[in-house]
């Protein structure tokens, strides 16, 4: 079942930002990730499906049910990038808060609230005050405060841009754990690690228009990079390869052991084997030759290479 749906989804402001026509399928469950530079229009879109502003044009449904319709509220939890909340609470008072707001019993939110608390890494902390919370404990508790209604749909908005790397990691796993459950994630985020770890599939973004989408496995293997490492290079050897193969061989390090690492951007495995038959007849020792994965974020780097962005959100 599609979780999330849109047709041609459109928000138009007079400054000319927002998004234009985009189309995208979340099936539930699936973890989806909704990339793109600073003022692509990216929370533009996740402001639509949850009902904060409404479309210039197209539709959106979740579950089925009208993005912004009270059913389709009852399905989401929400952390947007922007956060805030009352500095003179309590932590627990927050979540509490939120629980009441998502209309769950006295029962059940004096058990759901501690779990959650701890689960997202603050139960300690607990009963501290807002205001005495750093940034990346705010975001934790924005968390908690997103998932105490036990939602269907988890749409988050740079869950982890404040956080430490021992944060980044807690997060990424209970984001590991969530989706276990069958948990249907949408998520913004500028950092590509935690994207390509968690998603099953992506969407690039720019200037309000998708320009590809795709699971995560397969825009990885659009360009088919080879690592290899090979002894007895000379340097003076990489132009003449370059030239006798056509190819854009790149030498990535030069080792004590007198090998050499070299990169190479291929169109079939049949050219790495002829290009490992060059080496071995120029007499160098073919030690490793391997395809390597492409990150994540050179694939982002590499798609909005020489197109212009508005910089500014959206």
């Known amino acids: 079942m599609n979780a999330i749906e ?46 904060l502003i409404f479309p210039t044009e197209g539709r959106a449904s979740l579950f089925g049910e009208p993005a912004g319709s009270v059913a389709a509220r009852r399905m989401i939890g929400y952390l947007p990038e922007l956060y805030r909340y009352q500095e003179w609470l309590s932590g627990d008072e927050v979540v509490r808060l939120h629980a009441k707001l998502a209309g ?33 404990m705010q975001q934790r508790l924005g968390l908690a405060c997103a998932l105490v209604g036990d939602p269907r749909i988890l749409f988050l908005d740079e869950p982890s841009s404040a956080m430490d790397p021992i944060g980044r ?12 459950q069958g948990k249907t994630i949408f998520l913004n985020s500028h950092l590509m690690e935690d994207v ?28 088919l990079v080879w690592t290899i490492r090979v002894g007895g290079f000379e340097p003076q050897l990489l132009e003449w390869l370059r030239t006798e193969s056509g190819l854009a061989i790149k030498l990535a390090a030069s080792r004590l ?48 290479a020489g197109k212009s962005h508005r910089g500014e959100k959206a």
């Open 104 to 136: 769950l019993g006295g029962e059940e939110t004096k058990r759901r609230v501690p779990e959650l608390l701890d689960q997202v890494g603050i139960g300690l902390r607990s009963k501290d005050r807002v205001k005495n919370y750093s940034k990346g």
């Open 196 to 223: 390509e770890a968690i998603c099953d599939r992506v969407a690039l973004l720019n200037n309000g228009i998708v320009l590809q989408q795709g699971r995560v496995e397969d825009v990885l293997q659009q360009r």
């Open 257 to 304: 052991d007198g090998s050499a690492v070299l990169e190479v951007e291929l169109e079939s495995e049949e050219q790495a084997g002829w290009l490992n038959r060059v080496f071995v007849d120029q007499g160098m020792t073919l030690y490793e030759s391997a395809k390597m994965r492409t990150k994540l974020e050179e694939w982002f780097v590499t798609e909005l």
């Open 169 to 180: 990691a807690e997060v990424r796993k209970l984001l590991y754990d969530l989706k276990a």
């Open 6 to 51: 849109t047709v041609a989804l459109t928000k138009r402001y007079p400054n000319g930002r927002g998004c234009s026509d985009v189309s995208i399928t979340v099936k539930e469950g699936e973890a989806f990730g909704f990339l793109g530079p600073n003022g692509a229009g990216k929370s533009t879109y996740v402001k639509m499906l949850v009902g």
